[in-house]
């Protein structure tokens, strides 16, 4: 879901709903959402490396006006395939958007970046929506962590891991209790964070 601030909205109604958003984030896997405003909207990262939100414009798409039928079909296939959100359309819009390059620098069409209504937001993502990039930004100070930041390898390093409250990676979820020792646990937990880079 996409936090939405309202005109009415104080700084601390807000954060609060930022921070609700922020806190629905305990599985991993990437998500479809879609924004009303692009024009005041903002996506916002977390890093786990420097453990904070980095927040900027919403992503977008790319349009060529008066370009050709060809550079007009081949960009709305990368779109179609992007907005999907699913990873396997996605890498083929990668694919596709080769040839949409290869394409417009031949016709020496002229494009244009335009912001998206379809986010495809991975689990460290969110959007907010009703103030722009710079201001919310600005506010991300005030976030609260990722909840997933806590099974990070980052979190392991700050001693500051824990999984309480987020989902249990499949690969220790899925295994029979008698086969897990300690030992076992951890190696499993390791592995999932592998995987899921």
Do not use: H
């Not at 001693?159 to 951890?186: H, M």
Request: charged share 30%.
């Amino acid at each position: 879901m996409v936090a939405n601030i309202t005109p009415d909205d104080t700084m601390m109604d807000a954060i609060i709903k930022i921070n609700k958003e922020i806190d629905t984030r305990r599985t991993y896997g990437v998500r479809r959402e879609e924004v009303q405003k692009t024009n005041k909207a903002a996506r916002c990262s977390w890093s786990n490396g420097s453990a904070r939100w980095n927040c900027g414009p919403i992503g977008g798409r790319l349009t060529c006006p008066g370009a050709s039928d060809k550079v007009t079909a081949l960009l709305n296939e990368v779109n179609r395939l992007k907005d999907t959100c699913n990873r396997v359309d996605r890498e083929a819009s990668y694919v596709a958007m080769d040839m949409v390059v290869k394409q417009i620098r031949e016709e020496n069409a002229r494009c244009k970046p335009v912001k998206s209504k379809v986010q495809c937001l991975d689990a460290n993502e969110i959007v907010v929506e009703g103030i722009g990039a710079r201001k919310t930004d600005s506010l991300s100070t005030f976030f609260n962590p990722l909840p997933l930041y806590s099974g990070s390898f980052e979190a392991r390093e700050r001693g500051l891991f824990g999984l309480k409250g987020i989902e249990i990676p499949p690969g220790i979820a899925r295994q029979k209790l008698d086969d897990l020792d300690p030992q076992t646990i951890n190696a499993l937990v390791e592995k999932s964070e592998e995987a899921e880079e």
